[in-house]
């Protein structure tokens, strides 16, 4: 009898300690954007768009490949100073920022873009691996400053987002396009969603998402952009180009 009860403890033993194994993995995983993408699409599949709609949707993203056939700055390039304000009305420079360590430059749409969502929740999640490199995180999105306070509200984020209100960080970026008007009262009569009243009257400028890892020297490390909004730079690779810098910088 004992030994059944000894046997029976070292398997729940066992157990245990394969889950706190698991755990511990997964604690030290960063999160996927992807994964969040495919889990958001698996319940919004877009079904019940009529076949004029998602026409629209296809030509405006086709016209916008061919556009901008390669969105963006590239690597070694200068990343362009900039100062924007935040949420609260405060103005935040970037070369300031860089003193302190390496920044996560990262370009989005706006808080009423499902995807947008997603990434910034994956970046928020993957502040304590940036800090390890003493690098911060600042988001720049051609939204009013209230609407990105009430975002960072929403999901308590501890990451500056600054609004592009003139529109001239996307441009110098190479991030800026405007929505087709034909999109938008797609949006405003499909979706009863209206950009301007995110981004202001008669403002239909958007960035391609995009991201950059900048050094202290204000030099382009690593970056990405992409017309397909449901495409993003994973938090993993910007972990990884974070890491490389400190490695060349030691």
């Known amino acids: 009898m004992n030994r059944i009860f000894m046997i029976i403890a070292v398997l729940l033993m066992l157990i245990f300690v394969g889950c706190v194994s698991v755990n511990v993995v997964n604690d030290d995983t ?24 998602k026409s629209i949707m296809v030509n ?30 405060e103005k935040i420079k970037l070369s300031e920022r860089l ?9 989005y749409r706006g808080a009423w873009c499902p995807f947008c969502n997603i990434e910034l929740n994956a970046l928020h999640s993957s502040l304590r691996y940036f800090s390890k490199y003493n690098a911060s995180l600042i988001a720049v999105t051609p939204q009013k400053p209230d609407k990105s306070k009430e975002q960072i509200v929403k999901s308590e ?18 991030l800026y396009f405007e929505v087709p008007q034909e999109l938008h009262e797609l949006y405003k009569n499909r979706f009863s969603f209206d950009i301007t009243d ?7 400028g958007l960035p391609v998402p995009g991201t950059f890892v900048i050094d202290q020297d204000g030099i382009i490390r690593a970056a990405y952009a992409e017309t397909d909004y449901k495409k993003r730079m994973e938090p993993e690779d910007i972990i990884n180009a974070l890491k490389a810098l400190s490695e060349t910088r030691d």
């Open 198 to 204: 995110y981004n202001g009257i008669d403002r239909l």
């Open 60 to 89: 405006a993203a086709r016209d916008l490949k061919k556009a901008m056939p390669e969105p963006g700055l590239k690597v070694g390039m200068n990343a362009p100073d900039f100062e924007l304000v935040n949420a609260y009305g």
């Open 157 to 174: 984020y501890t990451f500056e987002i600054l609004s592009d209100l003139d529109d001239s960080v996307m441009k110098a970026y190479n």
């Open 30 to 53: 960063p999160p996927s954007f992807q994964d969040g993408v495919e889990a958001f699409t698996a319940n919004h599949s877009g079904s019940n768009l009529s076949g004029k709609d």
């Open 99 to 107: 003193v302190g360590g390496p920044v996560v430059l990262v370009f």
